[in-house]
């Protein structure tokens, strides 16, 4: 490739992530092992959960469903009938935690903005959850990216860890790139290496739809790409010159912070799918720096 | 509860109590990660009921509720829409806009 990152601009990964990190809303790890299993079976037994009474004497705990009668100023506070979830804070959670431990019958009163609000607990249940089964798996008909059918407790543990994870890392990546794009001086892409990434695409896409939907894109495009005067595969390679140059700046990022070549298989004008594979290996350098984190 | 619903029964199965329409396609990869996201959310607020909605199965509702992407949310309580959000939005997001939705 023609194109090069400015010889003034260098890139300190750890210094971009480290002020990602400072974000409120930043990933500081990814979720353990016990955490993506119990998100696994969650998913997998939400369609046979069931809510069952609980006795009169049973306190409530944080996670039953109390039916509750709220008087006070605010309309949010003045129902016949409201359902909450205690513990989660969703309605209030000064009132939530106050209720936990009482029964069903039970009145109190707490003050909420200043006001009070009396709470009188009308039906208490609890949460009951089945051990997930393969039959629930295969009878939620999910699938992974690629198609495949997911048809045992392992497959779905598989797919929710491959998936949480990568989506979290996708996300610091996503944010930290973008902190470097914007740091990064203008510059011009060679239009040579802009062209050969249009043909690239081209030639993907191209096969893609021939395989996947049997239709030959040469011919006409997929109607959902008609928009702004798209009509032919040259009016959307094209429109998508803006893609190409970022592709450019992302790859030379990439390669800069991983110490790599712009050469063969790493360069982005050799095949369609340097990108996605060079931002694997940066996947897998956010992972082991927050790790060490 | 979640349930798969086609357009022709959406208004029977979302009448009564808290619903998240969850406007969906197979092959969508961010509907994907909502949906991991919208169960946990079940798990732990089971009087939260979730219609899942595939609009390829169901194209009715691309008009009906002028879906212009996937995946978009409709929160109803009792029938009534209360509120809409449009993306594979984090947890944080869904409980506040259900804390309005829900309670007022």
Redesign the interface.
């Known amino acids: 490739m023609r194109t090069k990152l400015p010889e003034s601009f260098s890139i300190d990964f750890d210094e971009y992530l480290g002020e990602y990190l400072e974000r409120p809303e930043a990933v500081h790890a990814l979720p353990s092992e016990e955490e993506l299993i119990a998100l696994a079976h969650k998913a997998i037994v939400r369609e046979q959960l069931v809510l069952a009474p609980l006795p009169e004497a049973t306190p409530a705990a944080a996670g039953d469903t109390a039916v509750l009668r709220v008087s006070g100023a605010a309309p949010r506070y003045n129902k016949e009938r409201v359902t909450v979830t205690l513990g989660r804070g969703l309605y209030n959670r000064r009132l939530e935690e106050a209720l936990t431990g009482c029964r069903r019958g039970d009145t109190l009163s707490v003050d909420i903005d200043g006001g009070p609000v009396t709470a009188t607990i009308l039906e208490l249940r609890r949460r009951q959850a089945p051990e997930p089964t393969d039959e629930m798996v295969q009878a939620l008909q999910a699938s992974t990216a690629d198609g495949r059918q997911l048809r045992t407790v392992r497959e779905y543990e598989d797919y929710i860890r491959q998936e949480k994870t990568m989506s979290m890392l996708a996300e610091v990546n996503y944010y930290v790139t973008s902190m470097i794009l914007e740091a990064l001086p203008p510059m011009d892409c060679d239009e040579e290496d802009i062209r050969v990434l249009g043909e690239l695409e081209r030639d993907y896409f191209v096969k893609l739809f021939l395989e996947t939907e049997h239709i030959d894109i040469r011919e006409g495009i997929p109607e959902a790409w008609k928009q702004d005067g798209i009509r032919t595969l040259d009016d959307f390679i094209r429109a998508r010159r803006d893609w190409y140059i970022l592709k450019i700046k992302q790859c030379l990022i990439f390669l800069d912070i991983l110490g790599l070549p712009c050469e063969g298989g790493t360069d982005p004008l050799d095949h369609y799918e340097v990108l996605q594979e060079l931002q694997l290996k940066i996947f897998d350098l956010i992972r082991s720096r927050l790790e060490r984190r | ?2 349930l798969f619903v086609e357009e022709k029964d959406f208004d029977a199965v979302t009448r009564e109590g ?1 619903w998240i329409a969850d406007f969906m396609t ?2 969508c ?1 961010p509907c ?2 909502l ?2 996201v919208l ?2 959310l ?6 939260i009921n ?1 219609a899942k909605c595939d609009i390829e199965k169901s194209p009715a509702y691309v008009e009906r509720f002028g879906i212009s992407g996937t995946p978009t949310l409709l929160f109803l309580l009792d029938g009534e829409v209360k509120g809409r959000l449009s993306g594979a939005q ?1 947890r944080e997001v869904l ?1 506040e806009k ?2 309005q939705s ?3």
Request: no cysteine; hydrophobic share 30%; net charge negative.
């Open positions: 509860m979640t808290f197979d092959h990869g994907k990660l949906d991991m169960s946990e079940i798990y732990d607020d089971p009087e979730l984090p409980e259900i804390s829900m309670y007022g």
